[in-house]
Structures are given as C-alpha cells and as structure tokens.
C-alpha cells in the first residue's frame, strides 16, 4: 500500500487557528459550504403534518417544504410557536411544534399566503 503524501491529502488539513480545515475551499469546517447539503426544492405546497413516531408517544407538529433560507424559516418556526403557546424546533428544513396544532398552524400559513395542505391522516 502507498504511503500518501500531504499533497495526495488535499493541502492543509488542521489549522492551529480554525482546527479542521476543508481540503477543498481551505476553509474551516465549521464555514465549509462546498459539502453542504442543499435542500431539495419542493413543489411549491407547505404541508402539515401530526407525528408522534419516537417520542414516546407526545405528538408534534411537522411543517415541511416551506420555500425559504434557514434564517427565515427559524423566524417563521418562532411565530408559529409563539401563536400556539408551545415549543418546538427547526430541524433540517422542517419546523416541529409540540403539540397537536395542525389546523391553527394551517390556518396562520394560509394567512401569510402559503399553499398549505394537511398531510397523512
């Protein structure tokens, strides 16, 4: 087996100053956005959604395929859950609500002009 060369690496691979480096952009692996996954585009259509699957039986609600950049979709997550009165979180693109509120949150979409339809069951 060859022995691999620091050039056969990529160039720089730790930085005492940022730590990991990407081989790539040479950039920290933290601001490293050559790798970074792009969400897919949807249809167009917000939907909405009640889960309770691996959370020890407490629903959520899901709200997935919302058309925005991830600060705007943190804001809209912080305005449902404020009008709702519960928590939640925006994880990889989908807003979680805690709680059973499906059709409040359908509503407050629709009223900012999303086209919203209530997905499974």
Request: with cysteine.
């Given at each position: 087996m060859a022995k691999l060369s620091l050039s056969d690496l990529g160039g720089l691979v730790y930085s005492t100053e940022v730590g990991r480096t990407?081989?790539?952009?040479?950039?920290?692996?933290?601001a490293c956005t050559c790798n970074a996954p792009k969400r897919p585009v949807g249809d167009?259509?917000?939907?909405?959604?009640?889960?309770?699957?691996?959370?020890?039986?407490?629903?959520?609600?899901?709200?997935?395929?919302?058309?925005?950049?991830?600060?705007?979709?943190?804001?809209?997550?912080?305005?449902?859950?404020?009008?709702?009165?519960s928590g939640g979180t925006v994880k990889d693109g989908v807003i979680e609500v805690q709680g059973d509120h499906v059709e409040r949150v359908m509503q407050l979409l629709q009223a900012q002009g999303h086209k919203v339809k209530r997905a499974g069951g």
């Open positions: 990407c081989p790539v952009c040479r950039q920290a692996m933290a167009g259509v917000v939907r909405v959604s009640r889960e309770t699957k691996g959370r020890a039986g407490k629903g959520v609600t899901l709200v997935r395929g919302v058309p925005l950049d991830d600060a705007e979709l943190v804001a809209l997550g912080k305005q449902l859950k404020a009008a709702c009165g």
